[in-house]
């Protein structure tokens, strides 16, 4: 009888390794068909192409944007005729009434808490959805999940009415407090995911030498969840960074950051997009560092607890 449990018992540790083995084979089987590279190559260039327009008009003088599309540069540059200039970018740095070194400045005070909060806020919230023994845990983290759902512009009115129920209206602590709002669920979907697949062995061991749940989590959880803490922290950076609705709904002249201004740029009536172009890659010079700087991590950390073993 026990030699019998023994042997049924042993082998979940190593199906479970060949049931990923297998998935992993499938995926790189699936990835390396040429029919599937052929496609990505094909996505990547029709995605690019806007991309690459829109970079070419931002050094283009604005009579020349008028008069032809941009592609048409190509075939000047190389007659040796000079087709691009400086003037787009100076305009949008240095024309405003307002220096843009202030907007860039208010884009950081706003973006760093805005990431900050949530994470450390979805940090205790997913560890005890995922170690922490309760009534109702179950319930409550698919209600936290489908709060993901919820459309940001329905509840923009009774937010703003609240703060200024509250008298902190037009202050940086609504755009932080709103963002923070909006990220939570995702980041505590995450990681908690993330966490789920931590082995239970390890954190039982760290419990049997006398850890509580605060050593646990600081000296166990936390070394492992970096994949998944830049993930989020990408993902958050990039979408405050960009934001518009939030900081001009929930803002004021002295909070507004680097997006309010470059909506500015295309004037009262929209004509002047030769400036909207510059402004637009001025603005991403910090997201597109921040994400070349932390890819690595990027996908590793959305992955994390999509597969189960």
């Known amino acids: 009888m026990s030699t019998v449990k023994t042997?049924?018992?042993?082998?979940?540790?190593?199906?479970?390794?060949?049931?990923?083995?297998?998935?992993?084979?499938?995926?790189?089987?699936?990835?390396?068909?040429?029919w599937a590279s052929t496609l990505a190559v094909v996505i990547a260039i029709i995605w690019t192409v806007p991309t690459v327009g829109l970079l070419v008009t931002?050094?283009?003088?604005?009579?020349?944007?008028?008069?032809?599309?941009?592609?048409?540069?190509?075939?000047?540059?190389?007659?040796?005729?000079?087709?691009?200039?400086l003037r787009n970018?100076?305009?949008?740095?240095?024309?405003?009434?307002?220096?843009?070194?202030?907007?860039?400045?208010?884009?950081?005070?706003?973006?760093?808490?805005?990431?900050?909060?949530?994470?450390?806020?979805?940090?205790?919230?997913?560890?005890?959805?995922?170690?922490?023994?309760?009534?109702?845990?179950d319930f409550l983290f698919i209600a936290v999940f489908a709060l993901q759902i919820v459309p940001i512009q329905i509840t923009l009115v009774p937010l703003l009415s609240a703060y200024v129920d509250l008298g902190?209206?037009?202050?940086?602590?609504?755009?932080?407090?709103?963002?923070?709002?909006?990220?939570?669920?995702?980041?505590?979907?995450?990681?908690?995911?993330?966490?789920?697949?931590?082995?239970?062995?390890?954190?039982?061991?760290?419990?049997?030498?006398?850890?509580?749940?605060?050593?646990v989590f600081f000296r166990v959880m936390l070394p492992l969840l970096t994949p998944a803490l830049a993930a989020f922290a990408i993902f958050q950076f990039l979408w405050v960074w960009n934001d518009l609705l939030v900081a001009l709904v929930m803002g004021d002249l002295n909070t507004?950051?680097?997006?309010?201004?470059?909506?500015?740029l295309a004037g009262s009536r929209g004509g002047d997009w030769h400036l909207l172009s510059a402004g637009a890659f001025i603005s991403m010079i910090v997201p597109l560092i921040v994400f070349l700087s932390l890819q690595r991590y990027f996908v590793r950390g959305l992955l994390a607890g999509s597969v189960k073993g």
């Open 168 to 215: 902190i209206n037009g202050s940086f602590w609504t755009i932080w407090l709103s963002h923070s709002i909006f990220a939570l669920p995702l980041a505590i979907f995450l990681l908690h995911n993330f966490m789920k697949e931590i082995p239970r062995s390890l954190v039982e061991a760290a419990r049997m030498d006398g850890a509580g749940h605060v050593q």
């Open 58 to 85: 931002s050094f283009r003088p604005e009579l020349d944007i008028r008069q032809s599309g941009w592609w048409t540069v190509f075939g000047s540059a190389f007659a040796g005729e000079g087709v691009f200039s």
């Open 256 to 264: 507004f950051p680097l997006t309010v201004r470059v909506a500015e």
């Open 89 to 137: 970018y100076e305009a949008a740095l240095f024309d405003g009434s307002t220096n843009l070194a202030v907007f860039f400045v208010n884009s950081f005070v706003v973006t760093l808490p805005a990431v900050f909060i949530p994470i450390t806020l979805a940090l205790l919230a997913a560890y005890g959805f995922a170690w922490v023994d309760f009534k109702g845990a």
């Open 7 to 34: 042997a049924d018992a042993v082998p979940e540790v190593p199906r479970r390794t060949s049931n990923l083995s297998n998935r992993a084979r499938k995926a790189r089987k699936a990835l390396s068909n040429p």
